[in-house]
């Protein structure tokens, strides 16, 4: 199995920022696409940023130019840099990985357990 441990949530005002970081630990053999989505009280779950294993990067247009997804490959870890961040991107946010354990034939997709973030004056 896998094990995804996140942190980074909190409170901040707005204009303040924020990074969330997702490592992800098992018997791995590749991780594929990092993810990170939000989900605000009486919303669907939605993308926020996207990291294939390439480096490419999709980021939901509610976040450009102010969120950068990373990731490091050594680490196994999946980082959300949020920069500006306004009342709106109040949400608890989950890490979704894709990935291939030695003892896989095929990929699979992992969840984090979520982390709160909180955007108030």
């Known amino acids: 199995q896998v094990q995804l441990v996140e942190s980074g949530g909190g409170s901040v005002q707005p204009g303040g920022s924020l990074r969330l970081s997702c490592a992800a630990s098992g018997s791995i053999f590749s991780i594929n696409d990092m993810a990170w989505y939000r989900q605000a009280p009486g919303k669907e779950r939605e993308l926020v940023a996207r990291?294939?294993?390439?480096?490419?990067?999709n980021l939901a247009d509610s976040v450009k130019g102010r969120f950068t997804i990373s990731r490091d490959n050594a680490k196994n870890t999946v980082y959300l840099q949020m920069n500006s961040l306004k009342p709106e991107d109040t949400a608890v946010y989950y890490c979704?990985?894709?990935?291939?354990?030695?003892?896989?034939?095929?990929?699979?997709?992992?969840w984090g357990q979520g982390t709160q973030v909180t955007v108030s004056s």
């Open positions: 979704r990985v894709v990935v291939r354990l030695y003892t896989d034939t095929y990929p699979r997709q992992y």
């Open positions: 990291i294939d294993s390439g480096g490419s990067t």
